[in-house]
């Protein structure tokens, strides 16, 4: 392919990906193929002599698309949201372009100074403490991983890097409710699962300070060195908020690190009437938040705030010779905050979407989505066939389906599995579900980029027009 050649395809593309967003609500929002059926259209063996572009492009349009999911769809209301915008798209467009590698501040000097920028404009629009500072990085889960290796290193005078574990024993905390990433997170910092302590919640699934105070004060007559509480602030499962002042007052008294896992629900701080949600931030020693969930930007792209960034620079930075630059003393080199090596230039995008959005135009898209959870928390508990199994402080809601004369728990979870994939096969919307205090729950969160109150009236007659099918059946 030649210049001439890539600037026509381009076009094409770029009216090509305007008619997909344009049109989305005519495909099915989730992708019915079945396992296997795309990858037997593909052949065994890659291509000896290359392709026209124009058969490449047939076959993602034929082959492809029917086996995607369309997050971007207004109908998408499963997990949480992977939002993106045209903003973003577009900040996409330039990165892929400028094909940079930003892994220090010489090799590509804007991307690492533009980095700083966005994160502190963030980390001010999110009301955390001034005194974080902030960095890009790919995923929650990775971002959770730095804040266990920091809070080990931190509390071993940087030891366990050099001379390994030595037998020292530590304990991780967080609640029942926590996602999964952290157990991951823990088995790769070497602690071991055994290590993780997941500590009860209240009826409303969020941490019992309390229990977590005896549980560190019974590891410490054990010998164990309480290490790093993990809040959640919105559980996956169904926004919980963990009392993160309280815990961070509990961390103080016994020189804990507290991370806070605000993943999803972090975004709602951007509206001043939801900052209760993270107390005085007084105690947080690292919080992780992700643009890519709720805030119109592209997957991959977490904001990583560390109040103690010396500690996070010396667990992981290392300089063989080929890397040194003359100017190291100077700048900040990103590689050094965090695990990889190799970095894309994500702040761009962050940048296009706040400055296209502006401050006010993401407060606004948040409050829409938040009040579309409160008319469906308000339809649901007005419903005389369906409960709601967790409080819902956001949009994310939590539900059953309870089907006339049928008491039985086992009966009430099989109709709702029932009606899920129902819900799920029809193609009109996605939702997906969980677990709540032994309970099957169905969950919906209505939180895309697109999504209109049209949109979640539609989805709740869905709903109740399959469950009264199912009834009737
Ligand atoms: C989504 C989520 C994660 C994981 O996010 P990744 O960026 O995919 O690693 C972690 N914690 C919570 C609370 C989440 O909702």
């Known amino acids: 392919m030649d210049n001439d050649e890539f600037r026509r395809q381009a076009h094409e593309l770029v009216d090509w990906m305007a008619d997909y967003l344009a049109t989305l609500e005519e495909r099915p929002v989730k992708s019915r193929v079945e396992p296997g059926s795309i990858a ?3 052949p065994e063996a890659g291509p000896e002599s290359g392709e026209d572009m124009n058969d490449v492009f047939a076959d993602f349009r034929e082959i492809i698309l029917p086996g995607m999911t369309h997050w971007q769809h207004p109908m998408f209301m499963a997990y949480f949201p992977a939002n993106s915008s045209y903003p973003s798209v577009l900040a996409e467009m330039l990165t892929a372009t400028l094909g940079a590698q930003c892994m220090s501040w010489e090799t590509s000097p804007a991307a690492a100074e533009l980095e700083g920028r966005v994160v502190s404009w963030l980390r001010d629009w999110l009301g955390l403490p001034d005194d974080f500072e902030g960095v890009i990085q790919d995923t929650a889960s990775t971002a959770t991983l730095c804040a266990l290796l920091s809070a080990r290193e931190r509390a071993t005078g940087f030891k366990i890097n050099e001379q ?9 905390y967080c609640s029942t409710e926590a996602h999964s990433s952290i157990e991951k997170d823990v088995r790769i910092a070497g602690f071991g699962s055994s290590a993780l302590r997941k500590i009860p919640v209240d009826d409303d699934f969020a941490m019992r300070p309390r229990a977590l105070a005896e549980c560190i004060e019974a590891d410490r007559a054990e010998g164990v060195t309480p290490l790093c509480v993990i809040a959640a602030l919105g559980t996956t499962s169904s926004t919980a908020i963990d009392p993160i002042d309280a815990i961070g007052e509990i961390c103080r008294e016994q020189d804990v690190w507290l991370h806070v896992d605000a993943a999803y629900a972090g975004t ?12 005085s931030g007084e105690s947080v020693d690292s919080f992780v938040v992700n643009p890519h969930k709720w805030m119109a930007t592209n997957f991959d792209c977490t904001a990583y705030y560390v109040r103690d960034a010396e500690s996070l620079v010396r667990t992981f930075d290392i300089q063989p010779e080929y890397l ?3 100017v190291d003393t100077q700048v900040r080199n990103y590689r050094d905050w965090g695990i990889q090596l190799g ?3 994500r702040a761009l995008k962050l940048w296009f979407v706040m400055r296209s959005f502006g401050r006010s135009g993401l407060q606004a898209m948040i409050r829409r989505h938040i009040e579309y959870g409160q008319w469906l928390v308000d339809t649901i508990d007005n419903h005389p066939s369906f409960e709601r199994l967790a409080p819902a402080p956001l949009n994310c809601v939590c539900f059953r389906w309870l089907p006339a004369n049928t008491k039985d ?3 009430i979870e099989r109709a709702n599995r029932k009606l899920l994939s129902q819900i799920q096969d029809d193609g009109r ?8 205090a032994g309970r099957y729950a169905l969950r919906l969160v209505p939180g895309q980029t697109r999504v209109e109150r049209g949109h979640v009236e539609a989805a709740w007659a869905l709903i109740e027009e399959t469950a009264r099918d199912l009834a009737a059946a």
């Open 429 to 436: 919307l996605y939702i997906t579900h969980t677990r709540l």
């Open 343 to 345: 970095r894309r230039f």
């Open 409 to 411: 728990e086992a009966a």
């Open 324 to 326: 040194r630059t003359r």
């Open 164 to 172: 390994g574990f030595e037998g020292r024993r530590f304990a991780i």
């Open 268 to 279: 709602a701080l951007l509206l001043p009437e939801f900052r209760w949600m993270l107390g």
């Open 40 to 42: 037997e259209m593909l």
